[in-house]
């Protein structure tokens, strides 16, 4: 029965992921709003709704190193993984505002995650705790995560797509985006449920599982929309919706679950935590030199053995 989960929820996952980018497109086309900005918003928002499932129901559950190790892995994941697996096939172009403010805006926000889940470290306490006043700050930071976001809109920066993108009547859009989060929520919780079924029959520990296949099954609705977008040669949205997605995990998901139900962290370590830092550092560093503002296919193939070694860190 695991099995049959997990297959049917990457089916729904790659569909959903088809008819979202196509929807997403036509309606930046429509409106003049650039991919970027699509990919920053819509698309990352939809693409995080499994974290935000999981996270939130692990925290109400008392499972914290579930939801933090989830979000944690799935970042990880995001800029290693997806971005590694996305220039390999198709190298990504970056745009000038992407690699001044989007990313380093990645890197601040990995940086505030570690200062909150390290009490101990920092404030010499019993436990690290990611409190309620830990969440709502991280909900401050979202709040002006969307200001800027929507300023780039008006401002009309972020860069133009000047490819081809289906026209498509507002309705369809708007049924296309729909059925494809639809298809995007439902097949990561069914992949999920397959994954962490079949985890636990092998007795591995919740951070772990947290960590990796829980990480890497709510990732793959980033992971199928960034692949897609770049095939249909639109970059832009692709790297939009992975440095979306992670703004929006770690201070939007988080945010909510550490709200709701404060998080007592045991198994994620500082090893974790700085590996998120550093994979943020690692793509910045890589659109920055060696092929300027370009991740090239060696550079995506880099990525993707980086977060394998990490990995296999993790399983010994």
Same mark, same amino acid.
């Given at each position: 029965?695991?099995?049959?989960?997990?297959?049917?929820?990457?089916?729904?996952?790659?569909?959903?992921?088809?008819?979202?980018?196509?929807?997403?497109?036509?309606?930046?086309?429509?409106?003049?709003?650039?991919?970027?900005?699509?990919?920053?918003?819509?698309?990352?928002?939809?693409?995080?709704?499994?974290?935000?499932?999981?996270?939130?129901?692990?925290?109400?559950?008392?499972?914290?190193?579930?939801?933090?190790?989830?979000?944690?892995?799935?970042?990880?994941?995001?800029?290693?993984?997806?971005?590694?697996?996305?220039?390999?096939?198709?190298?990504?172009?970056?745009?000038?505002?992407?690699?001044?403010?989007?990313?380093?805006?990645?890197?601040?926000? &990995?940086?505030?995650?570690?200062?909150?889940?390290?009490?101990?470290?920092?404030?010499?306490?019993?436990?690290?705790?990611?409190?309620?006043?830990?969440?709502?700050?991280?909900?401050?930071?979202?709040?002006?995560?969307?200001?800027?976001?929507?300023?780039?809109?008006?401002?009309?920066?972020?860069?133009?797509?000047?490819?081809?993108?289906?026209?498509?009547?507002?309705?369809?859009?708007?049924?296309?985006?729909?059925?494809?989060?639809?298809?995007?929520?439902?097949?990561?919780?069914?992949?999920?449920?397959?994954?962490?079924?079949?985890?636990? &029959?092998?007795?591995?520990?919740?951070?772990?599982?947290?960590?990796?296949?829980?990480?890497?099954?709510?990732?793959?609705?980033?992971?199928?929309?960034?692949?897609?977008?770049?095939?249909?040669?639109?970059?832009?949205?692709?790297?939009?919706?992975?440095?979306?997605?992670?703004?929006?995990?770690?201070?939007?998901?988080?945010?909510?679950?550490?709200?709701?139900?404060?998080?007592?962290?045991?198994?994620?370590?500082?090893?974790?935590?700085?590996?998120?830092?550093?994979?943020?550092?690692?793509?910045?560093?890589?659109?920055?030199?060696?092929?300027?503002?370009?991740?090239?296919?060696?550079?995506?193939?880099?990525?993707?053995?980086?977060?394998?070694?990490?990995?296999?860190?993790?399983?010994?």
């Amino acid at each position: 029965m695991n099995i049959v989960l997990l297959i049917g929820g990457l089916a729904l996952i790659l569909i959903g992921a088809n008819a979202l980018t196509d929807g997403a497109a036509s309606i930046a086309k429509r409106f003049h709003i650039s991919s970027l900005v699509i990919g920053l918003t819509i698309v990352a928002f939809g693409t995080s709704a499994p974290e935000l499932t999981v996270s939130i129901v692990s925290a109400l559950n008392g499972s914290a190193d579930m939801a933090l190790g989830n979000v944690v892995g799935s970042n990880i994941f995001n800029t290693l993984m997806i971005v590694g697996c996305t220039a390999a096939i198709v190298p990504i172009s970056i745009t000038k505002g992407t690699l001044s403010k989007e990313i380093p805006l990645c890197i601040l926000a &990995s940086v505030v995650l570690f200062i909150c889940a390290n009490d101990i470290l920092i404030n010499k306490s019993a436990k690290n705790i990611i409190s309620s006043s830990d969440g709502l700050l991280l909900l401050c930071f979202f709040l002006i995560f969307l200001s800027y976001t929507f300023a780039i809109a008006h401002n009309g920066n972020g860069g133009e797509s000047d490819t081809q993108i289906k026209n498509m009547p507002i309705w369809k859009s708007a049924l296309f985006i729909l059925g494809g989060l639809a298809g995007l929520i439902y097949g990561g919780q069914f992949f999920v449920s397959g994954a962490s079924g079949i985890a636990r &029959s092998l007795g591995v520990s919740e951070s772990i599982i947290g960590l990796t296949l829980v990480a890497g099954g709510t990732s793959l609705p980033e992971l199928a929309t960034s692949i897609v977008a770049a095939l249909k040669k639109n970059p832009e949205m692709a790297i939009g919706n992975v440095i979306g997605s992670n703004l929006f995990n770690i201070f939007f998901v988080l945010g909510c679950s550490a709200t709701i139900s404060p998080m007592n962290i045991q198994g994620i370590t500082n090893v974790d935590l700085g590996v998120l830092i550093g994979s943020c550092v690692l793509l910045y560093i890589v659109g920055l030199f060696f092929k300027k503002r370009t991740i090239t296919r060696w550079e995506g193939i880099i990525m993707v053995l980086c977060y394998i070694a990490y990995t296999i860190y993790l399983i010994r």
